[in-house]
C-alpha cells in the first residue's frame, strides 16, 4: 500500500516561497508510468491541481500558476517537493501531494493526508 | 470557476437513489475519461469511479459513473448516512493540458 505524507511550514509570509516535501513509502518514485502531483484546496473551496513531476523528472504545471511552481523529485529520498514562489493570502489553502496514474489523466488513486498552509504576515 | 460545472448540492433520503451532474466540453469530457472522489468531512478526497464507470477495489456497487458527450453523472443507489460527503468529478483538458475538476457537490442524506 503506497502512502504519502506532507511536510513543511503551516505559515508562510507573504512575497516568500511555500515549500513542501512529500515522503512516499510503499513504492518508489522512479517506477514508470507514474505522476506525482501536487494539489491544493483553500479553505472551503474546491481542488485546483498544481503540477506534477514524472518519474523520469519532467514536469508539468498549472498554467495559472506555471510563472511561480517548481517541483522537482528526489529519487534517493523517495521524495518530491513543491516549491512556490510570491506567496499571496490567495494561497492559502490544504496542500495535498498524490499519485498519478498516468498523464493525460485525473486518476489520483493516493492522496496525502493534506497539510494546511495559511500565507499571512 | 472550475472548468467542469457540478450542482452546488444534492440530497437524498436513506435508501434513495441520487445523481450527481458534471457538465463540461469537447476538449475535456468529451474526449477524455471522467472520474470521480469522495471527500468526507475533513479528510484527503478519495478515487470512487475511474475511466468514466469503472469501480475501484473496495467501492460499494451503489456507486456507478456513467459518461455521454460532454457530460458525465454519478448515480449512488441506496443513499445511506455514510455517503454524506462533497463530491468532485475530474478530466484531462487538452485545451489546458492539465487535469481539472468540478467545483464539487456537497451532498447531504437527510
Known amino acids: 500500500q503506497v502512502q504519502l505524507q506532507e511536510s513543511g511550514p503551516g505559515l508562510v509570509k507573504p512575497s516568500e516561497t511555500l515549500s513542501l516535501r512529500c515522503s512516499v513509502s510503499?513504492?518508489?518514485?522512479?517506477?514508470?508510468?507514474?505522476?506525482w502531483s501536487w494539489i491544493r484546496q483553500p479553505p472551503g473551496k474546491g481542488l485546483e491541481w498544481i503540477g506534477y513531476v514524472s518519474y523520469t523528472g519532467s514536469t508539468s504545471y498549472n498554467p495559472s500558476l506555471r510563472s511561480r511552481v517548481t517541483i522537482s523529485l528526489d529519487p534517493p529520498k523517495n521524495q518530491f517537493s513543491l516549491r512556490l514562489s510570491s506567496a499571496t493570502p490567495a494561497d492559502t489553502a490544504v496542500y495535498y501531494c498524490?499519485?498519478?496514474?498516468?498523464?493525460?489523466?485525473?486518476?489520483?488513486?493516493?492522496w496525502g493526508q493534506g497539510t494546511l498552509v495559511s500565507v499571512s504576515s | 470557476q472550475s472548468v467542469l460545472t457540478q450542482p452546488p448540492s444534492a440530497s437524498g433520503t436513506p435508501g434513495q437513489r441520487v445523481t450527481i451532474s458534471c457538465s463540461g466540453s469537447?476538449?475535456?469530457?468529451?474526449?477524455?475519461?471522467v472520474y470521480w472522489y469522495q471527500q468526507l468531512p475533513g479528510t484527503a478526497p478519495k478515487l470512487l469511479i475511474y475511466r468514466s464507470n469503472q469501480r475501484p477495489s473496495g467501492v460499494p456497487d451503489r456507486f456507478s459513473g456513467s459518461k455521454s458527450g460532454t457530460s458525465a453523472s454519478l448515480a449512488i443507489s441506496g443513499l445511506r448516512s455514510e455517503d454524506e460527503a462533497d463530491y468532485y468529478c475530474a478530466t484531462w483538458d487538452d485545451r489546458l493540458s492539465g487535469p481539472v475538476f468540478g467545483g464539487g457537490t456537497k451532498l447531504t442524506v437527510l
Open positions: 510503499g513504492g518508489s518514485t522512479i517506477t514508470s508510468g507514474y505522476y
Open positions: 498524490a499519485r498519478e496514474t498516468g498523464s493525460y489523466d485525473a486518476s489520483f488513486d493516493f
Open positions: 469537447v476538449s475535456n469530457i468529451g474526449s477524455n475519461f
